[in-house]
């Protein structure tokens, strides 16, 4: 036992003969250490969460095809009455309705809320999202591999189901729109009307609007679902690397607090608007087709009109995308800050400089609004043009229908008004659609950023006398400089060291090491790094109590950290046996009672 005087840190190992403790060994003792509030686990991410155990033996499709049943019966004790309804329930969230039914009446209680659904948990799909990301990493190497093509791979089934609703959706939507709506018309234009005919077309109508309402909310909840899920195994993902990082490099806690806050919830959005992208084409091939059968060619000048506006719709989906990113560092920026602020605030306080710091504060969050504000505005510009296209494109198509001497009558005026009407809907969705693949693709680079950071390695190297815990032999152990250098520099940095072919960024797990550019990485990487503690020599046998005492900054913290491997081994040589507990200097107390944080 390792305790300090002045310091409250103490660790303790608990060792036994013939322990292994390899880090990518998955049933190994983990070495273990909550530190300032966080857990460190030298195991690999994928050791860290458990493949959910299957129930059957069956398709891992049969529990989600089960949702396609018209009605279900409703299991008890079911912890999440959604799992277990059937089609109709989740259309129309017949399933809240107890409890939309006992909010009414004032008699709601926290009993009556639903525990979350174990198929939202955010294991499986982190796991599965680990799972491609080794294998991206494998196939493309660290440099090429994309975060955002892993995020594709994880919901490609559920995006294509999704798709196929869509498209009965936006079938079901141009019929009723486009072909019963002119065929009532003409309809009531005939002297003599046949009443079947008639109840037929209403019926038709009826049926296609129920269709289309109905897939279009099977569409969201879907969507809704694959978003939730895919953000929770990416946040959970992103946490498990955090915890088994080295160190942050040039990453400070508010960004990583903005990491986990806003990116997140990008990727839930693609997930959400991403497959809307597929409105436009499918709906402009019938459309255009449909309405130069009932106009002629006039009809070309209305979808031109139509496509016209799309360039310049996507055009602004890329600058609300472009001043996002810009956005994403002015908010990094202001969070890091914010976190110095509160990290100093009592030097701060002693030294007057609140009117400075909140002086400094405010001009970032001037510049951060400024850009909100100028995202906000073009995201105002393109979808106050969606109600004015199809108006626009009806008037120049019926004005020149008209003035070429073609009679207009009301069935074609209102077919076509239908028809430019439906395309409008693909029209409205596309500037989010396209914002939601711009920004997420943003999201997936700064997660990327994370994933490729170096992880703690634990000592492999055993004691030569198996009866001591730790031997320490000539030992100098160094920290890493910390360097925030802005984004910018990082990236220039990047791009210069690809033209000289080295490796950007820290050493990811897994890469091969052994071209002359990574060799060089290696120096500079070693160049980043301050020695602490010199020529340790330190054996401690096992079983043993010792306490180590000095004055402040003498280096006892230094040296547990140096046996937790949080420290880098810059010369001679470490070995440990066994797995440890520490205590950490800094208390992490938790919302909860004594016992719990016991």
Request: charged letters at 25%.
């Amino acid at each position: 036992m390792m305790t300090s005087q002045r310091e409250n840190g103490v660790a303790r190992s608990a060792l036994e003969d013939g322990t292994s403790m390899t880090g990518h060994d998955r049933n190994s003792n983990s070495v273990t250490a909550a530190a300032n509030g966080t857990t460190l686990n030298y195991a690999s991410t994928a050791n860290l969460i458990d493949t959910p155990s299957a129930k059957n033996k069956g398709s891992k499709y049969s529990e989600t095809l089960k949702i396609l049943l018209p009605w279900r019966p409703t299991k008890k004790g079911s912890k999440f009455p959604l799992d277990d309804s059937g089609l109709f329930a989740n259309i129309y969230v017949r399933w809240l309705d107890p409890l939309v039914w006992k909010a009414t009446k004032g008699k709601i209680q926290a009993s009556d809320l639903f525990e979350p659904s174990p198929n939202d948990s955010a294991d499986a799909p982190s796991k599965r999202l680990h799972d491609l990301w080794e294998e991206e990493v494998k196939k493309k190497g660290i440099m090429k591999a994309s975060y955002f093509r892993v995020v594709l791979r994880s919901i490609r089934t559920r995006w294509i189901v999704s798709t196929l609703v869509l498209l009965l959706s936006l079938m079901c939507s141009f019929t009723s729109a486009a072909v019963i709506v002119r065929q009532l018309l003409e309809y009531t234009e005939t002297t003599h009307p046949d009443f079947r005919i008639g109840i037929a077309l209403v019926l038709g109508m009826f049926f296609t609007e129920l269709v289309r309402v109905c897939t279009i909310n099977l569409v969201y909840i879907l969507n809704y679902r694959t978003g939730i899920r895919l953000m929770g195994g990416t946040l959970a993902l992103v946490f498990e690397k955090i915890l088994h990082l080295r160190s942050l490099k040039d990453k400070s806690v508010g960004e990583l607090v903005n990491l986990l806050s806003n990116d997140g919830m990008r990727l839930f959005e693609l997930s959400t608007f991403g497959i809307m992208v597929v409105n436009t084409p499918i709906l402009f091939i019938p459309g255009t087709v449909y309405t130069c059968f009932i106009l002629g060619p006039w009809a070309l000048v209305g979808v031109a009109t139509f496509v016209l506006f799309l360039p310049v719709q996507s055009f602004l989906g890329k600058v609300v995308a472009k001043v996002r990113r810009k956005c994403i560092s002015i908010t990094d920026e202001r969070v890091r800050m914010m976190s110095e602020l509160l990290t100093s605030i009592k030097l701060i306080k002693m030294y007057a400089w609140e009117k400075p710091f909140s002086k400094k504060i405010g001009e970032v969050r001037k510049r951060e609004k400024t850009k909100l504000e100028s995202a906000g505005f073009v995201q105002a510009m393109s979808i106050a043009f969606n109600p004015a296209v199809p108006v626009i494109a009806a008037v120049l198509c019926f004005t020149g229908h008209t003035l070429s001497g073609n009679n207009l009558t009301p069935a074609q005026a209102f077919a076509v008004v239908s028809v430019f009407n439906s395309l409008r809907y693909g029209l409205a969705l596309l500037p989010n659609a396209v914002r939601a693949w711009g920004e997420s693709g943003v999201a997936a680079k700064r997660i990327k950023s994370l994933l490729v950071m170096e992880e703690l390695q634990q000592h492999t190297e055993k004691p030569a006398d198996r009866s001591n815990a730790v031997e320490m032999k000539a030992a100098t152990f160094g920290w890493d400089v910390l360097d925030i250098k802005g984004e910018k520099k990082r990236k220039a940095e990047g791009a210069e060291k690809k033209q000289k072919g080295r490796r950007g960024g820290p050493p990811g797990k897994g890469v091969k090491k052994g071209t002359e550019g990574d060799q060089q990485g290696e120096d500079d990487e070693k160049n980043k790094r301050v020695p602490v503690l010199f020529d340790i020599n330190l054996t401690i046998p096992k079983g043993s109590l010792i306490g180590v005492c000095g004055s402040v900054g003498s280096g006892k913290s230094s040296l547990i950290s140096g046996i937790l491997s949080q420290m880098r081994v810059m010369e001679g040589s470490v070995a440990v046996e066994g797995s440890f507990a520490y205590v950490a200097q800094q208390p992490w107390i938790l919302n909860k009672s004594v016992k719990d944080n016991i």
